[in-house]
Nanobody, 117 residues
């Protein structure tokens, strides 16, 4: 079993910055991919950015503003969000695909990011 613990959400004015963190903990697993999705009110959950051994992916809507990094030793990913816009307001969910005898997917509980205009 793997747990994902998120931190760093909150309220920020448009143009401001926030950094989200997500740490994966557990035993006997290897991270294949890890990243962030978000879900705004009334909308479907969408990819923000992921990082994996085979490559990275970033949503066009956040390219050049959001930057994802990973600390392998800590099983942690960081999402640096700059130049935030009101449309970035959403619950941000950490996700991880791990190998633990088989591939398994996990989600965090989510952290709310609110960008005021």
């Amino acid at each position: 079993q793997v747990q994902l613990v998120e931190s760093g959400g909150g309220l920020v004015q448009a143009g401001g910055s926030l950094r989200l963190s997500c740490e994966a903990s557990g035993s006997d697993f290897r991270i294949i991919a890890m990243g962030w999705y978000r879900q705004a009110p009334g909308k479907q959950r969408e990819l923000v950015a992921t990082i994996a051994d085979g490559g990275n992916a970033t949503a066009n809507s956040v390219k050049g503003r959001f930057f994802l990094s990973r600390n392998n030793a800590k099983n942690t990913v960081y999402l640096q969000m700059n130049s935030l816009k009101p449309e970035d307001t959403a619950v941000y969910y950490c996700s991880a695909s791990v190998w633990a005898l088989r591939i398994m997917d996990y989600w965090g509980k989510g952290t709310l990011v609110t960008v005021s205009s």
